[in-house]
């Protein structure tokens, strides 16, 4: 892999670097004033804050610095203090870290995204991360489509303090924004000045030489901070018909609604997830370790600029990589709760960096790349990465799903209810939804290959998991006699009020309708303010879902790929631990659903008034404001660090949930999504819906539903 275009010999290069680096320290306060100077002057006359240094030392009175959530402005104690748990006097381990595959797809090859990245999956995802070079190339450059194809673009850009830390209650790192707006031209012009500032030169460095650089600078605190603009709503893939990459499936606008996306069955579009994002940085901007939302694939295409340097841990380490955090990186004191879902927790606020080789001393694979323009980074499921830029540079990412990502999907949402936060995608309605899809041979029926009969594999195994904990889930409800009654619901996926995980098939409804609970958790240790008389709601698909469950059942294949999957069911020993010796009492497969004799049925809690992520804007707010909110998804803010006990009681703020709604995406919005909630009882009233009649023998316990209007 080249290392970029080396101007003279490497050895004198370098040599050359260092003295010039020589005399800038021992020229110290001499120059200070004048590179305040040189800051307030750049960029168009725009001036950075005198807290924002942008990849120079800031020289501020250090009385009169500002910290805010462990970000420290100013050179003060905690920039300079030595962070002793990361040893940086040795950086010999950047030439052993190995590299990840990379990948040269002809024409043919380059033809369907998903296929390609299905076919080459299996070996690829060993690996974390994997780089893909394109045969096709933009013949419009990003600055053009940024600048002229798209007027009037300016982004805000975050900070970044470029330093270690100890990630204790005392010191912790933050990135905030900067309020400084640029335009795509002006930021280039900024980011490079400062490199030529500090390196004599305007780039055609060895990606060798900067990486040492790099993890040197963040470990001496000498550089303040720097500026990245991540998460821009946008992309620079040109709508040129003459532009050749732009014109492809590759044009990562495309890759949400292709066919083999999962993404393309949510009905609204998200940014970040199913709509591209930009990220523009400078020398040593970085991006924290941190693994995609609910464990999503990401593709990252680079546009123009410097290279990047990437690190990513694959997916099957993801929880030795965990382990090493909360015990090598984090105290325990900024720990929310214990095992390494507490670190997973502080890592979803995505501002913890430490070197790679801290996880290769304890046994972590980790492996590197270098991006350069013109390539393509794919993270897989569950795969934690990192990395920095070199100079200026732009990248474009978004992140999509195929088939196989249903399992760790899975294991993504019952780790986001355990911690309490909410998903960004409804992974139940869409396993539903393209499980169905699947079975009505409406998709895939013209693929054979084997990429797509493993796709599909994955899917109907996951599928058949879900209907069976739900089957066995319901009947020990029913058999427990805590539910009232049974009635249906043909919405979409609502939040559980307790642990805010996505109920699609089937949910409990306490007296008022204002607490939804699914169906992991014990009712008789709910504290529900409204008492305890529960229902329980089940899809009006119920009966074609189970019957298509059956049919999977019928495969050995799918059977197979169920009992490999049943080793993860963390579900499964959920039910075994609400509901004991379930087989005992006379539970079986699919059996007939025992009903209390008396029980209701009756109208479920109408579609508009559950708090839905049909339109995908389900988010933490604030009870206490009436004021609309609005919220980018990608753009996520760490909880405060707190000890927290999760228990089954529903928090007093989700109390009035249900009297509250949220107001569609307006047309044409893609990126920003505005919620409001409204009362019930305002509503035209709409025709009942079918309802269920039971039939059975009250002295064997066996019962059926019938539909009846």
Request: net charge positive; glycine share 6%; charged share 25%.
């Amino acid at each position: 892999m080249g290392e970029g275009r080396i101007c003279f010999s490497r050895e004198a290069k370098l040599e050359f670097l260092k003295h010039k680096r020589l005399q800038r320290i021992k020229a110290g306060a001499i120059n200070d004033s004048a590179n305040v100077m040189n800051l307030m002057t750049r960029s168009s006359g725009d001036a950075l804050r005198g807290s924002v240094s942008c990849g120079v030392r800031s020289f501020v009175n250090t009385d009169v610095s500002a910290q805010s959530g462990g970000a420290v402005y100013g050179r003060d104690a905690i920039s300079n203090q030595k962070v002793e748990k990361f040893d940086a006097t040795d950086l010999d381990w950047t030439d052993k870290m190995p590299e990840c595959p990379v990948y040269y797809p002809s024409k043919e090859q380059f033809e369907d995204p998903l296929a390609y990245l299905q076919k080459i999956a299996p070996d690829a995802s060993k690996y974390g991360i994997c780089k893909i070079v394109s045969p096709l190339s933009a013949s419009v450059p990003a600055g053009v489509v940024l600048m002229k194809e798209k007027a009037g673009f300016r982004f805000t850009t975050r900070v970044q303090p470029l330093r270690l830390a100890e990630w204790n209650t005392e010191d912790k790192v933050t990135f905030y924004m900067s309020g400084r707006n640029y335009t795509f031209r002006d930021f280039e012009k900024m980011a490079n000045k400062v490199f030529t500032r500090r390196y004599y030169s305007s780039g055609c460095l060895p990606a060798t030489y900067l990486e040492k650089e790099f993890w040197g600078e963040i470990a001496s605190g000498k550089t303040e901070s720097v500026e990245y603009a991540c998460d821009v709503d946008g992309s620079a893939f040109s709508s040129s018909p003459t532009d050749e990459l732009g014109n492809s499936n590759w044009n990562l606008k495309k890759v949400a609604r292709l066919s083999r996306s999962i993404l393309r069955l949510l009905e609204t579009t998200i940014p970040g997830v199913t709509e591209p994002m930009l990220y523009i940085g400078m020398l040593f901007s970085m991006f924290a370790w941190h693994v995609e939302d609910q464990y999503l694939y990401s593709i990252n295409y680079h546009h123009c600029g410097a290279a990047k340097t990437w690190y990513g841990v694959p997916g099957h380490a993801a929880l030795d990589f965990e382990k090493v955090v909360r015990q090598k990186v984090y105290n325990q004191d900024i720990l929310s709760t214990e095992g390494e879902d507490g670190a997973f927790d502080v890592l979803l606020g995505k501002t913890t960096l430490f070197p790679p080789n801290v996880l290769s001393q304890h046994g972590v694979p980790v492996y590197k790349a270098v991006q350069k323009p013109g390539e393509y980074v794919v993270t897989f499921p569950r795969a934690y990465h990192a990395g920095f830029s070199h100079g200026f540079n732009c990248g474009e990412a978004v992140n999509f799903a195929i088939g196989d990502w249903f399992p760790l999907g899975s294991l993504a949402t019952r780790r986001y209810s355990l911690l309490n936060r909410t998903p960004v995608i409804p992974h139940e309605e869409l396993l539903c939804k393209e499980a169905m899809l699947i079975s009505s041979a409406t998709a895939y029926k013209d693929s054979d290959c084997s990429v797509d009969i493993a796709s599909k594999l994955c899917i109907k195994a996951s599928f058949m998991n879900l209907i069976r904990f739900q089957h066995r889930a319901r009947w020990c409800l029913m058999r427990s006699r805590r539910c009232m009654g049974v009635s249906q619901h043909s919405h979409g996926t609502i939040l559980c009020s307790v642990c805010k995980h996505d109920c699609y098939v089937a949910y409990i409804n306490c007296n008022c309708y204002l607490h939804p609970v699914c169906l992991r958790h014990e009712l008789k240790s709910l504290d529900l303010p409204c008492g305890t008389n529960f229902t329980l709601s089940v899809r009006d698909e119920l009966f074609d879902m189970e019957t298509t469950s059956k049919m999977f059942e019928e495969d050995n294949d799918i059977t197979n790929e169920v009992k490999r999957q049943f080793r993860n069911e963390s579900d499964t020993i959920l039910l075994s631990k609400l509901y004991p010796l379930a087989e005992n009492d006379g539970y079986s497969l699919y059996c007939k659903i025992e009903l209390e004799t008396g029980c209701n049925f009756k109208q479920s809690v109408p579609a508009a008034e559950t708090c839905s992520l049909r339109n995908h804007i389900v988010r933490d707010y604030n009870d206490e404001s009436d004021s609309e909110e609005i919220f980018r998804f990608k753009r996520r803010s760490s909880l405060k660090p707190q000890h927290r006990k999760l228990t089954n009681s529903v928090p007093s703020k989700l109390e009035h949930q249900g009297l509250r709604r949220l107001k569609k995406v307006e047309p044409g919005s893609s990126s920003v999504f505005i919620s409001k909630y409204k009362k019930m009882g305002d509503e035209e009233k709409k025709p009942s819906p079918k309802r269920l009649k039971v039939k059975g023998n009250l002295s064997t316990g066996s019962f059926e539903y019938k539909q009846v209007s």
